[in-house]
């Protein structure tokens, strides 16, 4: 079965600081793996995504994610964090084999940027 | 362009009413899926369709739980005989089928169930 572990429910950093959002992911076969965030009272928007290829890929908003096959990891990152930035960020996971589009997302992490 | 719009934005349901979530894709998006977010969870899958056709309802939490999508456009979500533990944010996406694994989401419908 498909599952996506988000370890961190917060994460806080300081605002010119890096970050990490942590992800990890369990699935058959290859992965097509995605970044959304959340503001408050509005919809999921797409951040990013690794389908293939380098296994670092770039997204909106100056983030960035490295695919790391070895350690089912997909971590979000951004070199320097901005207070704009804090909001929900989902991980998720679709396998390549599944004819259905489904994606299976994790709990959440909630990213606070302190000025 | 206009994002995938879904309507009411709010809804409260006494327990054992009917209700109907609404969802508009963006136009030309073949794919569109219906997902529940319970609070503090992340997105779980409900259904998915492809043009009017149901090809996936493997999320359906129970036989209450019924959605339609009859001429490849617009889509309902109806809930019959709520339940408290229908409430949740319920969440409209929609894909282009060949880009099908970047998926756009609503806003949501906030299902308060009392």
């Known amino acids: 079965a498909q599952s996506v572990a988000q370890p961190e429910d917060q994460v806080n950093v300081a605002e010119g600081n890096p970050l990490t959002v942590k992800c990890t992911y369990s699935?058959?076969?290859?992965?097509?793996l995605f970044w959304y965030v959340q503001y408050p009272n509005r919809g999921l928007q797409f951040l990013l995504k690794?389908?293939?290829?380098?296994?670092l890929v770039k997204g909106s908003y100056g983030f960035e994610a490295e695919f790391n096959k070895s350690q089912t990891s997909f971590h979000l990152k951004k070199p320097s964090a901005l207070v704009s930035d804090s909001a929900l960020y989902f991980c998720?996971?679709?396998?390549?084999?599944?004819?259905?589009?489904?994606?299976?997302f994790g709990s959440g992490t909630r990213l606070l940027v302190r000025p | 362009g206009a994002g995938v719009s879904q309507s009411p934005r709010y809804k409260v349901a006494k327990r054992g009413q009917d209700v109907a979530l609404r969802c508009d894709p963006i136009s030309g998006h073949v794919s569109l899926f219906w997902y529940q977010q319970a609070l503090g969870q992340g997105p779980e899958f409900l259904t998915y369709?492809?043009?009017?056709?149901?090809?996936?309802k493997s999320g359906l939490p129970s036989d209450r739980f019924f959605a339609e999508r009859p001429e490849g456009s617009v889509s309902t979500l109806k809930i019959q005989r709520t339940q408290q533990e229908d409430s949740a944010v319920y969440l409209c996406a929609s894909s282009l089928r060949d880009r099908a694994y970047e998926q756009y989401f609503g806003p949501g419908t906030r299902l308060t169930v009392t």
């Open positions: 369709f492809q043009n009017e056709a149901q090809l996936d």
């Open positions: 699935v058959s076969g290859n992965p097509y």
């Open positions: 690794y389908i293939t290829g380098d296994n």
């Open positions: 998720a996971v679709r396998a390549r084999m599944d004819s259905s589009y489904k994606l299976i």
